[in-house]
């Protein structure tokens, strides 16, 4: 079983930037497709990005899309989210998710999909 853990969230001003860090633990990273979620209050969660096992696919959500970077350093067992021109809206706790798949290019945006959870980070965006 994989161990997740997200840091780098914070209070930001509308039009900044914010980097996200999920650090996994337990078993071999680069064996897990990732995937970026986000929950703000009173609302279901929802898909914001993914990353294939390689870091070679990636998918976002069209709310954020031309936003939001994924990236993964397998080396360093972590995943990356950066999120920049935020909005009062990208207010939310963000988990980050993992999927042990045997393909290299598999990427979902499925939350189903995604056994292994974070306990999230929250971001706040004042306007």
């Known amino acids: 079983q994989v161990q997740l853990v997200e840091s780098g969230g914070g209070l930001v001003q509308a039009g900044g930037s914010v980097k996200l860090s999920c650090a996994a633990s337990g078993r071999t990273f680069s064996n897990y497709a990732m995937g970026w979620f986000r929950q703000a209050p009173g609302k279901e969660r929802e898909f914001v990005a993914a990353?294939?096992?390689?870091?070679?696919?990636?998918t976002y959500a069209s709310s954020v899309k031309g936003r939001v970077t994924i990236s993964r350093d397998n080396a360093k067992n972590t995943v990356y989210l950066q999120v920049n021109s935020l909005k009062p809206e990208d207010t939310a706790a963000y988990y980050c998710a993992a999927r042990q798949t045997g393909s290299v290019s598999h990427i979902t945006g499925v939350s189903g999909n995604y056994p292994y959870w974070g306990q999230g980070t929250q971001v706040t965006v004042s306007s």
């Open positions: 990353i294939s096992r390689s870091g070679r696919s990636t």
